[in-house]
């Protein structure tokens, strides 16, 4: 009987010590892949800043001179057009002018100094401020003055600062895909 229970132990203790290197194994592997991830850094803009993006933004895979964050990608201009020539280049690279869908989609962006055009302008039309799609302006995501001149285009600046200027100026711009 005594030769059963050493037996027994022995076994247990193999079991044990398999488990335990099974364990030790997969916790490296593990280390490996999160460490390996958290490298992976965005192709940045040639943007007259530098922006780095914010831990846990949701990399994703963009075209060089784009950033990625939270599974979009951005193209931040340093060069100026009119705001139809920004709408222009940014759908020659499958994008349109960046058409924002809350308050903090850009605050990977938060010491930006500049003024971009964003894909909104006021439509004599519609007699309203309307995406590049055509959807309707929310007032909830930034205030500006009411005052509006045809012609005009909004232009953006974080934090959540806009400006209306004649779509015929001159600007900087942003893309989004």
Partial sequence: ???FQS?????ISGILGVTC???MATLGILLKNALTKQSIQPTSSPGPTTMEPQEGSG??????KWI???NNCYFISNERKTWAESRDFCASQNSSLLQLKNRDELMFMKYIRKFYWIGLSYSDQHHAWLWEDGSAFS???FA???RVNAGNCMMYNSPNTVLQEPCTDGNYYICKQ
Avoid at 7 to 11: A, F, G, V
Avoid at 59 to 64: D, I, S, V
Wanted: charge should be negative; include cysteine.
């Fill in 1 to 3: 009987m005594a030769a």
């Fill in 68 to 70: 990625g964050h939270q």
């Fill in 144 to 146: 500006f003055t009411e």
């Fill in 59 to 64: 990399y994703c895979f963009c075209q060089e």
């Fill in 7 to 11: 037996t027994l132990w022995r076994l």
């Fill in 139 to 141: 007032k909830d995501l």
């Fill in 21 to 23: 290197l099974v364990l």
